[in-house]
């Protein structure tokens, strides 16, 4: 089986991380991109603005 070239990771806008909104994207697994901490400006409609969100860890899933 192949290895993953993706990773899955969480979005989370940069003021305020408790918020209700979040957005998943894909991040490379290997090379110089994946030890680089993701951001991207993007909309938050809580706020009804385009904001910085940051990258933060998956929450733990239950099975």
Same mark, same amino acid.
């Given at each position: 089986?192949?290895? /993953?070239?993706?990773? *899955?990771?969480?979005?989370?806008?940069?003021? *305020?991380?408790? &918020?209700?909104?979040?957005?998943?994207?894909?991040?490379?697994?290997?090379?110089?991109?994946? *030890?680089?901490?993701?951001?991207? /400006?993007?909309?938050?409609? &809580?706020?009804? /603005?385009?904001?910085?969100?940051?990258? *933060?860890?998956?929450?733990?899933? &239950?099975?």
């Amino acid at each position: 089986m192949a290895k /993953k070239t993706h990773v *899955k990771v969480r979005l989370v806008p940069e003021a *305020k991380p408790d &918020s209700p909104f979040f957005y998943y994207v894909k991040k490379p697994a290997g090379g110089e991109k994946a *030890k680089i901490k993701l951001s991207a /400006k993007k909309y938050n409609p &809580s706020t009804r /603005k385009h904001e910085t969100f940051v990258e *933060k860890k998956l929450p733990p899933h &239950s099975k």
